[in-house]
């Protein structure tokens, strides 16, 4: 085995790879990791390695609350319009109810509504059209937490001349 020597430092005589025999007589390997660097480069990767798990377990929760908020949404535009479709609400009274377990994935939630009068013509009179908005909540559970948002619609309506007294006095 031919070696071609780049000095000696310390004793030992350095080469280009391979096993080098020092001047004491002791061999030694040339051209691989210390147990430092590997233990070290270990523990970097180790580091790498938790940030991107932790990173996906929140990215996991995301993509888990976006799926339940999609869901609401879903569940809360059917429910709006078929509020907005029913003329026989009763208004400034809280109306609320359940969806079905099916609908929601066996998560439970609900909704509540109130339909109220939100802008009048200029000149309360029968007959006349004005503007009626439905709040609606949408709840729903997402663990032990309830979770829940708003959402309005508006539709036209025609004063009936029983209830112009009772519209004309609301503030």
Same mark, same amino acid.
């Given at each position: 085995?031919?070696?071609?020597?780049?000095?000696? =430092? +310390? &004793?030992? $005589? @350095? /080469? *280009? !790879? %391979?096993? #080098?025999?020092? =001047? +004491? &007589?002791? $061999? @030694? /390997? *040339? !051209? %691989?990791? #210390?147990?430092? =660097?590997?233990?070290?480069?270990?523990?970097?990767?180790?580091?790498?390695?938790?940030?991107?798990?932790?990173?996906?377990?929140?990215?996991?929760?995301?993509?888990?609350?976006?799926?339940?908020?999609?869901?609401?949404?879903?569940?809360?535009?059917?429910?709006?319009?078929?509020?907005?479709?029913?003329?026989?609400?009763?208004?400034?009274?809280?109306?609320?109810?359940?969806?079905?377990?099916?609908?929601?994935?066996?998560?439970?939630?609900?909704?509540?509504?109130?339909?109220?009068?939100?802008?009048?013509?200029?000149?309360?009179?029968?007959?006349?059209?004005?503007?009626?908005?439905?709040?609606?909540?949408?709840?729903?559970?997402?663990?032990?937490?309830?979770?829940?948002?708003?959402?309005?619609?508006?539709?036209?309506?025609?004063?009936?001349?029983?209830?112009?007294?009772?519209?004309?006095?609301?503030?």
């Amino acid at each position: 085995m031919r070696q071609e020597s780049s000095g000696t =430092e +310390g &004793g030992f $005589t @350095r /080469a *280009t !790879g %391979g096993l #080098t025999r020092a =001047e +004491g &007589g002791s $061999t @030694r /390997a *040339t !051209g %691989g990791f #210390t147990l430092l =660097e590997m233990i070290v480069a270990s523990t970097i990767m180790a580091v790498a390695v938790v940030g991107l798990l932790s990173g996906i377990g929140g990215a996991t929760r995301n993509a888990v609350r976006l799926r339940e908020y999609d869901r609401a949404v879903q569940l809360a535009r059917t429910r709006m319009n078929d509020l907005l479709l029913d003329h026989t609400l009763p208004r400034d009274t809280v109306v609320d109810g359940t969806f079905d377990p099916a609908q929601t994935g066996g998560v439970p939630a609900g909704w509540r509504a109130r339909l109220k009068i939100f802008e009048l013509p200029p000149r309360v009179a029968p007959y006349e059209l004005a503007v009626e908005r439905i709040e609606l909540e949408v709840w729903w559970m997402a663990g032990t937490q309830r979770r829940s948002f708003t959402l309005d619609g508006f539709r036209q309506c025609v004063l009936r001349p029983e209830e112009i007294g009772r519209v004309a006095a609301a503030p």
